[in-house]
Nanobody, 124 residues
Framework: QVQLVESGGGLVQAGGSLRLSCAAS????????MGWFRQAPGKEREFVAA????????YYADSVKGRFTISRDNAKNTVYLQMSTLKPEDTAVYYC?????????????????WGQGTQVTVSS
């Protein structure tokens, strides 16, 4: 049974930082590209960042480029999202997802497994 469990969310002031973690189990982690998505109230779930199986390649949404960094530790079956210079518009539930594919993609329907999400709230 595949499980993706996010952690690290919370309340932070604008300009602050948070690091999200997503621990994976029940799958061969190094065979999956990993992605982070977010969903704000009343909005569709949107792509944030993705990282390749080896960690050599990354892909970011324009809205977070230069502020967020995705990374992974295949020995720990964990993917991270370091978020800096946070803005109130970054407030959302953040989800990690696993994609059994060769190329990175921002398309959420390509991802096979999803976590339950962790809330990030940025106050102004």
């Amino acid at each position: 049974q595949v499980q993706l469990v996010e952690s690290g969310g919370g309340l932070v002031q604008a300009g602050g930082s948070l690091r999200l973690s997503c621990a994976a189990s029940g799958l061969t982690f190094s065979n999956y590209n990993m992605g982070w998505f977010r969903q704000a109230p009343g909005k569709e779930r949107e792509f944030v960042a993705a990282i390749s199986r080896s960690g050599d390649n990354t892909y970011y949404a324009d809205s977070v480029k230069g502020r967020f960094t995705i990374s992974r530790d295949n020995a720990k079956n964990t993917v991270y999202l370091q978020m800096s210079t946070l803005k109130p518009e970054d407030t959302a539930v953040y989800y990690c997802a696993a994609d059994y594919a060769i190329s990175l993609t921002p398309q959420r329907n390509r991802y096979n497994y999803w976590g339950q999400g962790t809330q990030v709230t940025v106050s102004s």
